[in-house]
């Protein structure tokens, strides 16, 4: 009996990425046992030609395979926060997002802190604001939540808080963004 395969995917980040990574490996016939966000479980270990077809058919659709152990890592990082932050669960987290990180992953913190910056080129912090400000956008845009709701959802502790880090990121008050004619939000795998 074969082992299960496991493969880490850069830049998997939404639903909507797991159908596409689903569709591409389906082309391929190559089954996976499961699939989520950054990582694909399959039945055993592609051929050479299957890996290379795969790596060229991921990266037609914006992904990427990881195949070093750090970047695997940071990668892990990136949806631990996504899927955090998406949750709406920020605002009931009892603990702050560094110990989060270090219970998801099992990891010390201040080694994915040196970790991240190290490849990614910005903290850990950095990357949580910026992810928090594509999420404002985007419920903004469904104009569904007032601005104080959202500032609950996402743990700020007012809506100064989330207005100052929101103008600081974009350069404007989030009503001077909400009047933009074109609205500029980011797909998430290229918040950075």
Known sequence: ???????????MVCPRCLKVVTQELDKLDLQPLAIQ??????EQEPSAEQMQ???????ENGFELIEDKKA?????????IIELIRSGEVENLKINIS?????????????????FSAEEGLTIARYVVLQKVERVKELMAYNE????QISFE??????????????QVTGM????YKKAAAPMRKPLDNVN
């Open 53 to 59: 077809q795969l790596r060229e058919a991921l990266q």
């Open 154 to 167: 996402l743990g700020y502790s007012s809506v100064a808080h989330l207005s100052g880090q929101f103008k």
């Open 1 to 11: 009996m074969t082992q299960p395969h496991t493969l880490h995917i850069r830049n």
């Open 37 to 42: 966000l950054g990582e694909v479980k399959l």
């Open 145 to 148: 939540l007032s601005l104080s």
């Open 173 to 176: 008050s989030p009503s001077e």
């Open 72 to 80: 695997e890592l940071v990668e892990k990082i990136k949806i631990a």
């Open 99 to 115: 110990d989060y990180l270090a219970q998801q992953l099992g990891r010390d913190y201040h080694y994915l802190s040196a970790l």
